[in-house]
């Protein structure tokens, strides 16, 4: 009988412990979250009704699709998780004086690093827009990418511009934009690029710079 008692005993507490962490793994979600994750695979709206978008896992936007983000609208990355817009997808982040979208880390008290990054794999920066966007709490290291924002292997002279307008990039563990083997045409205009642990910018030899204030970060220098 004793040991039919530690038995049921042990049983009670291995129950307690998983209960525990299954409330652990699920505090970051909260009721009327929009959860997310895997290939966009038709035209997307996310909507401020149905913000914040919590990303579980990489979210793909697949060639020739676009997602636009409502102005207001809070994306919320889960831990080493990032988005992707490959091939010629299209993110259209288009945000408000008064809408401001925003990427940022699913904590309740943000660290620098938690996810990584806003990643442009191919011509699709070409067509994307950043306007009114708060991008923070990115850049995390762990596959060697330096950036909260990443432009990969994009080739194309003389083509649309990369536009970020009225940004702010803050609170990264690495560097604010980082631009990967791109001959891509980058204007950035009127944006922050504040209290990253890198350079604000690394970039390739086609940049358009108006209006901008580094403040705060590990190094001011554009690399």
Known sequence: MKVL???NATV?????????LAILHLSNYSKGDTIVSGNIITDTTWTLANSPYVVNAFVTIN???TLTIEPGVEVRFGTGT????SGSGTLIAEGTPDG????TSNQDIH?????KYIHFAGDCAKTSIFKYCQIEYGGNQTDGILGNIYCETVSFFNSTPFVLSTCTISYGSSSGILYSNTDLTAKIYGCTIKDNEGNP???????????NNFSGNGSEKIK
């Open 82 to 85: 990032e988005m992707i817009i």
């Open 12 to 20: 009670v507490c291995l129950i307690m412990v998983i209960s525990g």
């Open 111 to 115: 660290t620098k690093g938690y996810w």
């Open 5 to 7: 008692r530690k038995i």
């Open 100 to 103: 401001t979208i925003t990427f």
């Open 201 to 211: 910018l690394i970039v390739g030899p086609m940049l358009d710079m108006q209006g």
């Open 63 to 65: 060639s020739g699709v």
